[in-house]
């Protein structure tokens, strides 16, 4: 007789697990197959691949692989938002991966360097500057702050700082090697007020440098990379209109601003592509302003028909608020001013009355239209073609689109970008739309996409992402801030080593295609460079 089950009991038997099949019909495909086939798969389980053999790592690893999912995530969505091309060709699946050279923008470089581009690695890269994921190093420049403040500029990699104490200096921001490259004494006592690169110069190996002097002197110098060394191309003698207050420079020519607002205009003979050490530059105009305060930003645009030299500046209008506005110098290759134009930022408050434009020029095609009203200074300016961004203590930007033509030069209706906490001291715009902007504390950095706007998507705030890195310097900073808060209690203050960790940031940002730098001063007075690592 069967004994009777319990309540508990079921009387169905646990099916047996299956034994995994010894066949492997997936790795006996060809390659060309299994590409065919792990090109469907999302990223998540591309990765889980490169860990099932060696022949899965190096086939989920093909660079051909990557290349299209580095079009299809970052490439295609960036030309569909752009009214021109997309709207230029209807056939169907004219935005899909090609590789020919139209299709990628401004990224055809990564497909004309052929195999040297690692498109995976770009991939990498790029995600983390849209998820803002990075890692934060610190490089100490100065321990005590210059008078002048240090100057900052940053190419391809390698940050320049200048002061009256150390020189002009190169300091490589790369992750694995960041030091001091090389540095140069200015030979004058004279402090430096105004910094500029030649980024226009291509890949030649060598960076150009622009330095402006409190005497008016200006010097041009050149950092070999291979050798790691400076040499001074041209010095200027100092001059009685005063300090430089801004520095443009686009071989072969460069533009000056003094703080008495002169504005003059350069060009040397030679390049220093071809020779370290240049001729003499001829003045070819000087023209004084009226209306142009700080902050101010000049840039450089040439081709084979002109040269535009630009000033964007901010100005004060009724009603004790600021506005922005934009004058543009037309120049022929030799030199000879065509055309002035100038643009005001439209709004509701019209500009204070000036006797004359911002630049004395010879004649003027825009009038000036209705100003936005600001009702504090601007803590920073930053300009790109065609993007014009100004930074705001209510922690706020504002963005312009400049329209600029042979016939006509505007500034369209700003618009404001939220998403900061605290007062923004600095921001700095790519001539892709890409902007950085960073708090006073340092301890906010926002990465901006602001290319193909529209009033939808500024209204959502989708624009910005907080930059969020391991080792990021405010997490440390507010906890040794609370500690030593506690430990104060009713004394009369903090001591000088709490001190330290209250930085603050100086208003310069700056960025390449891989960091973000920033330029931080401690309590103490030391000023270090804040590397945000992104690959």
Same mark, same amino acid.
Request: net charge positive; aromatic share 8%.
């Given at each position: 007789?069967?004994?009777?089950?319990?309540?508990?009991?079921?009387?169905?038997?646990? #099916?047996?697990?299956?034994?995994?099949?010894?066949?492997?019909?997936?790795?006996?495909?060809?390659?060309?197959?299994?590409?065919?086939?792990?090109?469907?798969?999302?990223?998540?389980?591309?990765?889980?691949? /490169?860990?099932?053999?060696?022949?899965?790592?190096?086939?989920?690893?093909?660079?051909?692989? =990557?290349?299209?999912?580095?079009?299809?995530? %970052?490439?295609?969505?960036?030309?569909?938002?752009?009214?021109?091309?997309?709207?230029?060709?209807?056939?169907?699946?004219?935005?899909?991966?090609?590789?020919?050279?139209?299709?990628?923008?401004?990224?055809?470089?990564l497909v004309k360097r052929g195999q040297e581009t690692n =498109?995976?690695?770009?991939?990498?890269?790029? @995600?983390?500057?849209?998820?803002?994921?990075?890692?934060?190093?610190?490089?100490?420049?100065?321990?005590?702050?210059?008078?002048?403040?240090?100057?900052?500029?940053?190419?391809?990699?390698?940050?320049?700082?200048?002061? &009256?104490?150390?020189?002009?200096?190169?300091?490589?921001?790369?992750?694995?090697?960041?030091?001091?490259?090389?540095?140069?004494? %200015?030979?004058?006592?004279?402090?430096?007020?105004?910094?500029?690169?030649?980024?226009?110069?291509?890949?030649?190996?060598?960076?150009?440098?622009?330095?402006?002097?409190?005497?008016? *002197?200006?010097? $041009?110098?050149?950092?070999?990379?291979?050798?790691?060394?400076?040499?001074?191309?041209?010095?200027?003698?100092?001059? !009685?209109?005063?300090?430089?207050?801004?520095?443009?420079?686009?071989?072969?020519?460069? #533009?000056?601003?003094?703080?008495?607002?002169?504005?003059?205009?350069?060009?040397?003979?030679?390049?220093?592509?071809?020779?370290?050490?240049?001729?003499?530059?001829?003045?070819?105009?000087?023209?004084?302003?009226?209306?142009?305060?700080?902050?101010?930003?000049?840039?450089?645009?040439?081709?084979? /028909?002109?040269? #535009?030299?630009?000033?964007?500046?901010?100005?004060?209008?009724?009603? !004790?608020? =600021?506005t922005t506005g934009i004058q543009e110098l037309w120049l022929?290759?030799?030199?000879?001013?065509?055309?002035?134009?100038?643009?005001?930022?439209?709004?509701?408050? /019209?500009?204070?009355?000036?006797?004359?434009?911002?630049?004395?020029?010879?004649?003027?095609?825009?009038? %000036?239209?209705?100003?936005?009203?600001?009702?504090?200074?601007?803590?920073?300016?930053?300009?790109?073609?065609?993007?014009?961004?100004?930074?705001?203590?209510? @922690?706020?930007?504002?963005?312009?689109?400049?329209?600029?033509?042979?016939?006509?030069?505007?500034?369209?209706?700003?618009?404001?970008?939220?998403?900061?906490?605290?007062? $923004?001291?600095?921001?700095?715009?790519?001539?892709?739309?890409?902007?950085?902007?960073?708090?006073?504390?340092?301890?906010?950095?926002?990465?901006?996409?602001?290319?193909?706007?529209?009033?939808?998507?500024?209204?959502?705030?989708?624009?910005?992402?907080? &930059?969020?890195?391991? @080792?990021?310097?405010?997490?440390?900073?507010?906890?040794?801030?609370?500690?030593?808060? *506690?430990?104060?209690?009713?004394?009369?203050?903090?001591?000088?080593?709490?001190?330290?960790?209250?930085?603050? $940031?100086?208003? =310069?940002?700056?960025?390449?295609?891989? @960091?973000?730098?920033?330029?931080?001063?401690?309590?103490?007075?030391?000023?270090?460079? #804040? $590397?945000?690592? %992104?690959?």
């Open positions: 007789m069967s004994k009777r089950l319990r309540e508990d009991e079921s009387d169905i038997r646990p #099916v047996k697990r299956a034994r995994p099949t010894s066949k492997d019909t997936l790795s006996r495909l060809s390659d060309e197959l299994l590409l065919r086939v792990l090109s469907f798969l999302p990223i998540t389980d591309l990765n889980i691949c /490169q860990r099932i053999s060696h022949k899965f790592k190096g086939i989920a690893a093909d660079s051909q692989l =990557w290349k299209a999912l580095y079009y299809n995530r %970052f490439v295609r969505p960036r030309a569909s938002r752009l009214p021109g091309i997309r709207d230029a060709d209807t056939a169907p699946g004219h935005l899909y991966f090609s590789s020919k050279l139209s299709k990628w923008l401004d990224d055809d470089n =498109w995976k690695k770009q991939y990498k890269l790029r @995600n983390n500057w849209t998820k803002g994921n990075c890692n934060v190093s610190e490089i100490e420049v100065a321990e005590q702050p210059p008078i002048p403040p240090l100057l900052v500029r940053m190419h391809e990699g390698i940050v320049y700082t200048a002061d &009256v104490t150390g020189g002009l200096r190169a300091w490589s921001s790369k992750k694995k090697a960041q030091r001091m490259m090389g540095s140069i004494n %200015f030979g004058t006592s004279s402090p430096p007020t105004a910094m500029a690169l030649d980024v226009g110069a291509g890949n030649t190996g060598c960076h150009h440098v622009a330095i402006g002097f409190e005497d008016g *002197a200006f010097n $041009v110098y050149t950092f070999d990379h291979e050798v790691e060394k400076f040499s001074e191309g041209y010095s200027h003698a100092a001059s !009685s209109n005063g300090m430089l207050s801004a520095v443009a420079y686009c071989s072969p020519y460069l #533009v000056t601003m003094t703080a008495s607002q002169l504005l003059s205009l350069y060009q040397f003979s030679g390049s220093p592509k071809a020779a370290k050490i240049l001729d003499p530059p001829r003045l070819l105009h000087s023209l004084m302003s009226h209306t142009v305060y700080p902050p101010l930003s000049l840039a450089i645009r040439s081709s084979s /028909q002109n040269i #535009v030299a630009t000033i964007a500046f901010a100005f004060p209008s009724y009603l !004790s608020g =600021w022929a290759p030799d030199g000879a001013l065509l055309d002035s134009r100038l643009a005001m930022s439209s709004g509701s408050s /019209q500009p204070a009355p000036q006797p004359n434009p911002a630049v004395s020029p010879v004649r003027t095609t825009s009038p %000036f239209s209705a100003a936005s009203v600001g009702y504090s200074k601007p803590t920073s300016l930053s300009y790109s073609h065609p993007y014009l961004l100004l930074s705001h203590s209510d @922690n706020t930007l504002t963005l312009y689109l400049v329209t600029s033509s042979d016939k006509v030069l505007s500034i369209g209706a700003g618009s404001r970008l939220w998403g900061h906490t605290s007062s $923004v001291s600095g921001a700095h715009v790519g001539g892709r739309g890409k902007a950085v902007s960073v708090s006073s504390r340092g301890d906010e950095l926002r990465i901006w996409e602001l290319e193909g706007t529209n009033r939808r998507k500024l209204a959502s705030s989708d624009l910005s992402v907080r &930059v969020q890195g391991e @080792n990021f310097p405010s997490t440390t900073s507010v906890k040794r801030l609370s500690s030593a808060l *506690a430990r104060k209690g009713s004394g009369l203050g903090l001591e000088v080593r709490d001190m330290e960790d209250l930085s603050v $940031v100086r208003g =310069w940002v700056g960025f390449d295609e891989e @960091n973000v730098v920033v330029l931080k001063e401690r309590g103490a007075g030391s000023q270090s460079l #804040v $590397v945000y690592d %992104f690959t």
